[in-house]
């Protein structure tokens, strides 16, 4: 039996959400998934900069910005009108996903930025942790703060993915923490505050339109 199609589907969520943010109409989105977050706010977002953008150019010069082709796409994405954006799609999809998709760089900053903190409560939290209660500590909280459900298994699994991959981009985010931190020792709760409350500005999405 098909599917039937109602208020909590995926795509009328976000384009409910896409079309009263680009209205800047008021609405409380703290409930909402962070997946229909993810779109419709992005896809917001790059709707009010192309029509801002329109506003800042003038005609004599419009060809040469791509904003009628920036303009173009974005409809077809929301509208599904006909455009060679479902054929890059649909022939990425096969030739760029043969496997489990790979994190996007954004992801993979996110990723570090929690590694970073659980290496950081590993090494330098006094008394440190151990990987696992540390995994566990930042997906206690990391929920609450970054607006994203984690789990410790999934925290000690990218870890392991940076470690594999020679990565030193956690490192760096545990470097960073400790610079903030101040003199040591470092208490965990210290840690935490400072590691969560700056990876909050890549984690984070808009818990309302205002």
Same mark, same amino acid.
């Given at each position: 039996m098909k599917k039937r199609r109602g208020a909590d589907d995926f795509v009328s969520r976000v384009d409910s959400l896409y079309a009263r943010a680009v209205a800047g109409k008021s609405t409380d989105a703290k409930g909402e998934k962070r997946e229909v977050k993810e779109v419709a706010f992005a896809l917001a977002a790059l709707r009010l900069l192309v029509n801002r953008a329109f506003s800042e150019v003038t005609l004599s010069k419009l060809p040469a910005t791509a904003l009628?082709?920036?303009? /173009?796409?974005? /409809?077809?994405?929301?509208?599904? !009108? +006909? &455009?060679?954006?479902? !054929?890059?799609? @649909?022939?990425?999809? #096969?030739?760029?996903?043969? @496997?489990?998709? $790979?994190? #996007? $760089?954004?992801? +993979?900053m996110r990723r570090a930025w929690v590694v970073g903190i659980l290496r950081a409560l590993q090494n330098d939290a006094s008394p440190p942790l151990s990987r696992r209660s540390a995994a566990k500590r930042i997906? /206690?909280?990391?929920?609450?703060?970054?607006?994203? *459900?984690?789990?410790?298994?999934?925290?000690?699994?990218? +870890?392991?993915?940076? #470690? *594999?991959? @020679?990565?030193?981009?956690? /490192?760096?985010?545990? %470097? =960073?923490? $400790?610079? &903030?931190?101040? $003199? *040591?020792?470092? #208490? *965990? =709760?210290?840690?935490? %505050?400072?590691?969560?409350?700056?990876?909050y500005f890549i984690w984070a999405l808009p818990g309302s339109v205002s």
């Open positions: 009628i082709a920036a303009a /173009d796409l974005l /409809d077809a994405l929301m509208r599904g !009108t +006909n &455009h060679p954006i479902w !054929t890059y799609i @649909n022939e990425g999809r #096969s030739r760029k996903r043969t @496997n489990r998709a $790979s994190a #996007s $760089s954004i992801d +993979n997906a /206690d909280h990391g929920g609450a703060v970054l607006g994203a *459900e984690m789990t410790a298994d999934q925290i000690i699994g990218w +870890n392991k993915t940076f #470690s *594999e991959q @020679n990565d030193l981009l956690p /490192d760096a985010v545990r %470097k =960073d923490i $400790s610079t &903030h931190a101040g $003199s *040591e020792p470092y #208490s *965990e =709760d210290t840690i935490l %505050k400072i590691g969560l409350g700056r990876a």
